[in-house]
């Protein structure tokens, strides 16, 4: 299985940035695809995660209404829509897949499988 995340780059505050996550390397019908990130000495931190097959999209609290989260399938792509960018969203981007079910553990990096590379974002003030 493969991650490939990218988009990443320089944006000024109130910009906005899609970033993509392309899947490879076997059928994802029972995975749910998250994406985290990770600023300069802060630990990783819970972003959205969409189910596969659709039907479900779940993202941090602190996140709604900026981020969104869709999927093309016929792509094998997950896009993280990034809007109203803050400073604060200074970080590495990082996709990741997982087979896990319980909601409650989508959140938790240790439930994923298997981790793209990252793509840093910077917004500028």
């Known amino acids: 299985v493969q991650l490939q995340a990218s988009g990443g780059g320089l944006v000024q505050a109130g910009g906005s940035l899609r970033l993509s996550c392309v899947a490879s390397?076997?059928?994802?019908?029972?995975?749910?695809v998250g994406w985290f990130r990770q600023a300069p000495g802060k630990e990783r931190e819970f972003v959205g995660v969409v189910r596969w097959t659709g039907g479900m999209t779940i993202y941090a609290d602190a996140l709604k209404g900026r981020f969104t989260i869709s999927r093309e399938i016929s792509k094998n792509t997950v896009y993280l829509q990034m809007n109203s960018l803050k400073p604060e969203d200074t970080a590495v981007y990082y996709c990741a897949l997982t087979s896990r079910a319980i909601h409650s553990m989508l959140g938790v990096p240790s439930s994923y499988d298997y981790w793209g590379q990252g793509t840093l974002v910077t917004v500028s003030s």
């Open positions: 390397g076997r059928t994802f019908t029972n995975y749910k």
